[in-house]
């Protein structure tokens, strides 16, 4: 068992490797094509997305590959029940940061609140894609898991490309390129593992009575983590030129890239955990841990040495 997680760790690890270098890429394009006052507005925008993105999502996605793993749930009844989790949260969350647009929007607030309710919308889709992704992941799937979280990093950076073919690269199209990306992948997932929803139940609402009695004991957590790493920027947006806002973006966004991989062992533990207990689920969690402890460790000396 061990060493099939580590197996899995290490190829996890591979494939976020890849997503390291897409991001980068991305926040590059970003931070030189936006510029300090652009980038500013999108760190504004995704500050308070994220936030909101935490609130609405429940830890739905942690309760789908729990219960998904040590329940008899079935996939439809789990995704069913996480899309009305989503929907409503983010429908409620959507409307309180409308109403404190004018706050976070400096003067600019139609064009702030257009992109707010856009991108808002937009993570509904996220959302989703997150969902089939986790029960690949219950299902130890855990190919189709990494492709399901790589393929929209991907297909942004493509998006970036389009926009600078075009010449084209404000603020609006970075959201627009970023709800394109998520629905394309929305949209292939749905048909190519169209078999992973065949089934059809009336038992969803007992999933999602589960699933929010399972979130709320993630949730807190999940919340209280979004906003102390994005709650500065948020205040930053309200009180501080979107350019001053704009660099301190970046620089968290280059600082935050060395524990980009520390997602490399929560991504494997969760759904092999739900079924070890004592001595054995003691041993997987410390080896993954510590494996992913060398890999952060090894990437921040990376990026130390090659820093300025």
Not at 29 to 46: E, F, K, N, S
Not at 59 to 71: C, E, F, K, N, P
Request: hydrophobic share 55%; aromatic share 10%.
């Amino acid at each position: 068992m061990a060493e099939g997680l580590l197996k899995n760790i290490l190829r996890t690890f591979c494939v976020q490797a890849l997503g390291f270098a897409v991001n980068l890429a991305c926040g590059i394009l970003i931070a030189r094509h936006l510029g300090p006052t652009g980038r500013g507005d999108w760190a504004a925008i995704t500050s308070v997305i994220s936030i909101i993105a935490t609130f609405s999502y429940f830890a739905a996605g942690y309760a789908i590959v729990y219960l998904r793993s040590s329940t008899d749930l079935t996939r439809h009844e789990l995704f069913r029940a996480a899309i009305v989790i989503s929907l409503v949260g983010t429908l409620i969350c959507l409307t309180a940061a409308l109403i404190g647009s004018a706050w976070l929007s400096q003067g600019s607030r139609a064009a702030f609140t257009h992109c707010l309710l856009l991108y808002g919308a937009g993570q509904l889709f996220a959302n989703a894609g997150t969902f089939v992704s986790m029960i690949f992941l219950a299902d130890r799937q855990f190919g189709r898991a990494n492709l399901a979280g790589l393929l929209p990093r991907l297909l942004v950076l493509i998006g970036y490309g389009g926009l600078l073919l075009f010449r084209r690269f404000t603020v609006l199209d970075v959201v627009l390129v970023n709800i394109g990306a998520s629905g394309l992948l929305l949209g292939w997932l749905l048909f190519w593992f169209r078999d992973a929803f065949s089934e059809r139940s009336s038992l969803w609402p007992v999933a999602l009575g589960r699933m929010l009695r399972y979130g709320i004991k993630v949730w807190l957590g999940l919340l209280a983590q979004a906003v102390t790493m994005r709650a500065d920027q948020v205040i930053m947006a309200a009180l501080l030129p979107r350019a001053v806002l704009g660099l301190y973006a970046v620089s968290v966004t280059v600082a935050e890239l060395a524990g980009f991989f520390a997602g490399a062992a929560g991504f494997i533990i969760g759904p092999t955990a739900a079924n070890l207990q004592g001595a054995e689920l003691a041993r997987a969690i410390g080896r993954s841990f510590r494996v992913t402890g060398l890999i952060v460790v090894g990437t921040a000396l990376v990026m130390y040495a090659a820093g300025p």
